[in-house]
């Protein structure tokens, strides 16, 4: 199986800020990977997908990069509606990171 | 616009059996593959099963296997999830997803969840 360890746990921000939310995977994963983001209370829902690209209705802030093992979600100028619970996850065998937990500082 | 909305959610003993119902809208249901995913505190977001567009093709994470059975009703617009034998560990949020459409890589919709839990 392959495991997928996702970096920070948790992260604290100020509005307009730029974060980044990183994915590794324990073996190439071929750009296989979408990142989700999950408000309190609500389902997740679609960001990116195939590693860089954006999911319709995603505003362009939004960004991932990466390849082979190492992947990265980012957040630029970060704005209040953007707190919330954010997961990668792999194609192969749809395993999901642990999640990364952003607030506002 | 894309809605899918779970039932049949709820408080259901170790051994016994519940039924998932996910009534889809808003895209043609036959052209999608559709998969359940569960999310509990402690372990996360768990890929549950998939099923292919006619539903000959089915696909189950190996905790579940032999005991949770994915299908669907394309006139009926709904994908079901018939889970026996039910554990405690099955306790969790279960959301019906779609997939893309394609190989079945991601999931680009989401229902709202419906809870289950198992328990004496």
């Known amino acids: 199986d392959i495991q997928m360890t996702q970096s920070p746990a948790s992260l604290s921000a100020s509005l307009g800020e730029t974060v980044t939310i990183e994915c590794r995977a324990s073996?190439?994963?071929?750009?296989?990977l979408a990142w989700y983001q999950q408000k309190p209370g609500k389902s997740p829902q679609l960001l990116i997908y195939n590693a860089n690209s954006l999911h319709t209705g995603v505003p362009s802030r939004f960004s991932g990069s990466g390849s082979g093992t190492q992947y990265s979600l980012k957040i630029n100028s970060l704005q209040s509606e953007d707190v919330a619970s954010y997961f990668c996850q792999q194609y192969y065998d749809y395993t999901f990171g642990a999640g990364t937990k952003l607030e506002l500082k | 616009e894309v809605q899918l909305v779970e039932s049949g959610g709820g408080l259901v003993q170790p051994g016994r059996s519940l039924k998932l119902s996910c009534a889809a809208s808003g895209f043609t249901f036959s052209n999608y593959g559709m998969a359940w995913v569960r999310q509990t505190p402690t372990k996360g977001l768990e890929w549950v099963a998939s099923i292919s567009t006619g539903g000959g093709n089915t696909y189950y994470r190996d905790s579940v296997k032999g005991r949770f059975t994915i299908s669907r009703d394309n006139a009926k617009n709904t994908q079901y999830l018939q889970m026996d034998s039910l554990r405690s560990e099955d306790t969790a949020t279960y959301y019906c997803?779609?997939?893309?459409?394609?190989?079945?890589?991601?999931?680009?919709?989401w229902g709202p969840g419906t809870m289950v839990t198992v328990s004496s």
């Open positions: 997803a779609r997939h893309d459409l394609g190989p079945y890589w991601y999931f680009d919709f």
């Open positions: 073996e190439d994963i071929y750009n296989g």
